[in-house]
């Protein structure tokens, strides 16, 4: 496949509408909702390890000021319809009271573990309308588990596996160019 110049978009942004964006990313790892009146959504391939950024632009509901940011690893971007979305839980668990009187509250996990994941995918994600999820995107790491467990006659795998996550998420026109890069004849 040959391989785009640095920096040039890879996908067409896609833009939705009156949507709940949720994310990760603060201090502690866990996910945040924010009512957008308008989110756009790309994935380019850039710097000089070739790694893939979902880029996100938005205008929060009531705000006039369009945001944005990018994400390069550990993806967790999620786009559901409406405004009526549950909030994921929040950092600190319960307060309690300790021997001497004092109020304390912990932090439900540990920065970036695994269970704020996992408790946004258990308790969000199934309420929502899910528009787009980039929660867990690594096609990096996913196309080289795919070429290490097949035989060398057929690493086009990795790239038809990329394809088909394009496909899902309506980039039908990069999926295609994937597509047409590599010899399909042994699928």
């Not at 978009?9 to 833009?15: D, I, L």
């Not at 949720?22 to 790309?42: D, E, H, I, L, P």
């Not at 006039?64 to 786009?79: N, T």
Request: with cysteine; hydrophobic share 35%; glycine share 10%.
């Amino acid at each position: 496949m040959e391989m785009p110049a640095l920096g040039e978009p890879t996908t067409t942004a896609k833009t939705y509408e009156n949507v709940t964006l949720y994310r990760s990313g603060s201090m502690m790892g866990n996910y945040t909702a924010v009512r957008c009146k308008r989110v756009r959504v790309w994935v380019k391939r850039c710097g000089y390890g070739g790694g893939w950024v979902v880029n996100v632009m938005y205008l929060e509901k009531g705000k006039r000021k369009e945001r944005g940011f990018s994400q390069s690893s550990d993806y967790s971007i999620v786009i559901a319809d409406g405004w009526k979305c549950p909030e994921p839980a929040g950092i600190f668990g319960d307060a309690t009271r300790t021997a001497s009187g004092l109020t304390v509250q912990a932090g439900r996990y540990s920065a970036f573990s695994d269970g704020w994941r996992a408790d946004f995918t258990r308790d969000v994600l199934p309420a929502c309308t899910v528009l787009a999820d980039y929660h867990g995107f690594d096609p990096v790491a996913d196309a080289r588990r795919t070429a290490e467990a097949i035989d060398p006659l057929t690493r086009t795998l990795p790239v038809l596996i990329l394809a088909d996550w394009f496909r899902e998420r309506g980039h039908d026109e990069h999926a295609d160019t994937l597509t047409a890069s590599v010899d399909c004849r042994y699928f």
